[in-house]
């Protein structure tokens, strides 16, 4: 079981930590919703969960529910920067198709 983040994805959390210095982690987390099912949470926390698994990556610890555990384990969280916009992209490889606009995704 793992969820690792990139350099650039790592060096972007590093500074929302920064600016929230009693944040703990990243939580990374799935919720149903949108045209294909799933849709990822992805958010600085505070506290940590009964059911969290943790996780270490590049020094920086990932919270995920153990029930979306399943739907995210082994994915590998970038952080994209194009022209004036950025943001964080998933690669997942539970993911069997994603609805047209990006904003879902379905599992086997």
Known sequence: MSIQLTDAAAE??????LEEP???GLRFAVKKTGCSGW???IDLTRAVGEDDAVFDSQGIRVFVPKTSLPLLDGTEIDFIRQ???ARFEFR???VKGECGCGESFTTA
């Open 22 to 24: 009693e944040a703990l």
């Open 83 to 85: 022209g004036l916009g």
């Open 12 to 17: 972007r959390v590093r500074g929302f930590l």
């Open 39 to 41: 849709a990822y949470q």
């Open 92 to 94: 997942n490889p539970n």
